[in-house]
């Protein structure tokens, strides 16, 4: 499929009716800075649509962006960054957990971005785990494979596929967009 229109929502901090109105979301998942706004530009074409940044001091909350009229691609908060609070870190884990597990969502998948040179890290395997027991759909994107030669990129793909029970994963770089064609398929055609 290709994205032909791409528009902000709205951010929610709770629920909220844009939740169950039936359209499939897409979320994209992954500890802080791994690139999961950089991913949403990459793959609507638009270099800031989402915001792309590594301050740690933004508001938690989930943006919707309605892609095609059809769908939505749920930006999340990112986990893990090094300089957050427990405190903040706490209140990112429970609204994460709050949108996977509780929401009353119809339909969604989850993109799980990790970074291709660090790997399927602590929180990558709890993520994998609460998407299996309860059975979201969900696709690995081990992104900034710009980052490494083609060699290393192979390598690196079959480390964190097997670190993950041979889930599928998907080579992927925002800045290239190596990989685009593929994840839109996965995507929309699963
Ligand atoms: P938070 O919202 O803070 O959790 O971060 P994020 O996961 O949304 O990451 P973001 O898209 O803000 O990107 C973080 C940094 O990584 C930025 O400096 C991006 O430019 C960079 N980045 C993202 N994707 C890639 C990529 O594929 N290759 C390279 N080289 N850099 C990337
Ligand atoms: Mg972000």
């Known amino acids: 499929m290709n994205i032909t229109s791409a528009e902000f929502i709205k951010g929610i901090k709770g629920t909220d009716k844009i939740l169950y109105d039936g359209k499939l979301q897409i979320a994209f998942v992954g500890r802080s800075n791994v690139g999961k706004s950089s991913l949403i530009n990459s793959l609507v074409g638009r270099k800031s649509l989402a915001r792309s940044s590594s301050q740690p001091g933004k508001t938690i909350r ?4 309605l892609i095609n009229n059809q769908v939505y691609f749920v930006d999340l908060p990112g986990y893990g ?5 427990q405190e903040k870190h706490e209140d990112i884990r429970k609204m994460m957990l709050w949108y996977l597990e509780y929401s009353d969502v119809k339909k969604r998948k989850v993109v799980l971005i990790v970074d291709i040179n660090v790997g399927a ?9 609460l998407l299996r027991a309860h059975h979201i759909e969900f696709i690995i994107v081990a992104n900034k494979a710009d980052k490494l030669t083609v060699q290393q990129r192979e390598k690196q793909l079959d480390v964190i596929k097997a670190s993950v029970d041979n889930a ?3 080579l992927y770089s925002s800045k290239t967009d190596v990989g685009k064609s593929a994840l839109l398929k996965t995507l929309f055609y699963l």
Request: avoid cysteine.
């Open 81 to 85: 960054f090094a300089k957050m609070s």
């Open 121 to 129: 890290t602590e929180f990558d395997h709890q993520m994998v785990e």
């Open 62 to 65: 989930l943006d919707f962006f």
């Open 168 to 170: 599928s994963v998907i």
